[in-house]
Nanobody, 125 residues
Framework: VQLQASGGGLVQAGGSLRLSCLASGLTFSDYAMGWFHQAPGKEREIVASISRSGGTTYYADSVRGRFTISKDDAKNTVFLQMNSLKPEDTAVYYC???????????????????WGQGTQVTVSS
């Protein structure tokens, strides 16, 4: 199983980025997906997650209304559209896959079976 995250970069505050995570070696529709971030000196934390079907989503309070998570089963890809970026969004962003029979998402790091390598997002003020 491999998760390849891409789309990070340097952007000014107020700008946008779209992260992608391409999954291979798994049956993508069997997995809920999540995006996490980790800033220097801080713990990794949930940003957004989406159920297997894509029908339900979760957002951390800090990003709700600015970020949108989506998944495309035909492309084995999960996306994170990030708008109105703030300097405090600066972190390494990781995608993760949760093999589950549940119809909902998970916000628990321990629920996720596979992790991508991370992509750096830097927002300048």
């Amino acid at each position: 199983v491999q998760l390849q995250a891409s789309g990070g970069g340097l952007v000014q505050a107020g700008g946008s980025l779209r992260l992608s995570c391409l999954a291979s070696g798994l049956t993508f529709s069997d997995y809920a997906m999540g995006w996490f971030h980790q800033a220097p000196g801080k713990e990794r934390e949930i940003v957004a997650s989406i159920s297997r079907s894509g029908g339900t989503t979760y957002y951390a309070d800090s990003v709700r209304g600015r970020f949108t998570i989506s998944k495309d089963d035909a492309k084995n890809t999960v996306f994170l559209q990030m708008n109105s970026l703030k300097p405090e969004d600066t972190a390494v962003y990781y995608c993760a896959a949760d093999y589950t029979s549940r119809s909902s998402y998970s916000v628990l790091i321990g629920s996720y079976n596979y992790w991508g390598q991370g992509t750096q997002v830097t927002v300048s003020s």
